[in-house]
């Protein structure tokens, strides 16, 4: 048997610390790269366009995930009344509660770019809808994208319970 001189430990050893890195279990992945579908799921503080409201994020029961308004901190117009769902393009919803919004709909996990996508979001403050992509920045935001005719705009939602 023939021993390694001084000059060949050093590319050995390389060699085997790559190895080790490139085929490491997933738990060494960081927690970004370990989502579950359900991971999503909870409330949301969000401020937008000079509001702010929380939503619920949840489950259907297709696997699909949707988002509905809980409440907006002016939710009462001039008059004192709950302000409802004016601007929305389905004039059968335009007497929905402004507190009761369903603001996105369809949104499927997507394991391959560990992010929610293929949905929809609709913006009630400009009265429009959009293509929908979620994903959880480092600091456990979740960033939400809205993408329509390829403009995008993202806005960030601070989960605050699951």
């Known amino acids: 048997m023939r021993l390694l001189t001084s000059n060949q430990i050093f590319p050995v050893a390389f060699f085997l610390s790559a190895a080790v890195l490139l085929f490491a279990p997933s738990s060494f992945l960081s927690a970004q790269d370990s989502r579950h579908p359900d991971d999503i799921t909870g409330v949301y503080y969000v401020a937008h366009e000079g509001e702010e409201s929380r939503v619920s994020i949840f489950r259907e029961a297709d696997g699909t995930f949707s988002a509905q308004v809980l409440w907006i901190r002016d939710s009462l117009d001039r008059n004192g ?55 959880f920045e480092p600091d456990c935001r979740l960033r939400v994208r809205g993408s329509i005719l390829g403009i995008s705009q993202s806005v960030y939602w601070d989960k605050i319970s699951d």
């Open 81 to 135: 009344k709950l302000r409802l769902d004016e601007k929305n393009p389905d004039r059968s919803l335009r007497n929905t509660p402004c507190n009761r919004i369903l603001i996105m709909k369809g949104l499927k996990f997507n394991s391959a770019k560990m992010r929610w996508d293929d949905g929809k979001i609709y913006d009630p403050t400009r009265g429009i809808r959009a293509n929908v992509m979620c994903e």
